[in-house]
């Protein structure tokens, strides 16, 4: 198995803008004007240009961004995860895309079996130790002072 090559920062911006050109295109083949688009997704015209310039400097953060795709793909008629899909396979990793495969470091779900047994371990133990100190009280029971008197029985259709 050969190594994949991971794309230089210029092959992402390529791809970033031409992922860009897409949307672009997308929307003028269905006759959208940008500011009908800013109109239903609520966003404003520098974002949606932002975007479709495809320009990593000029995009939003990726806090926002893949709502704002989701948004601007709903209003254009496209899949929004597809959409999505395209955007992460052009950004790559920086823009929480696929990473570039490398060598596993050994079998993931072997820790985290080990972690998520220690886990159930730990409160199956804290639960145990609860239910033990609950006993040693009383088991739950509730208890307070008795008065030494008691109050005659009356029947509740007694006068």
Sequence with gaps: MTPTRSPTPEERAEALRAFGRYLLRERELRGLTLEDVARVTKLGAPVIESIESGDPQRMPSRAYLFGYLRSYSSATGLDPDEVVLRFQEAAGPEFGGPAPSAPAAGPWWRRKRVLL??????????????????????GGEIRGRR????APYRPADAP
């Design 117 to 138: 047994l220690a886990l159930v371990t730990v409160l199956v133990a804290a639960a145990i130790a609860a239910g033990m100190w609950r006993s040693g009280r009383g």
């Design 147 to 150: 008065s030494p008197e008691r």
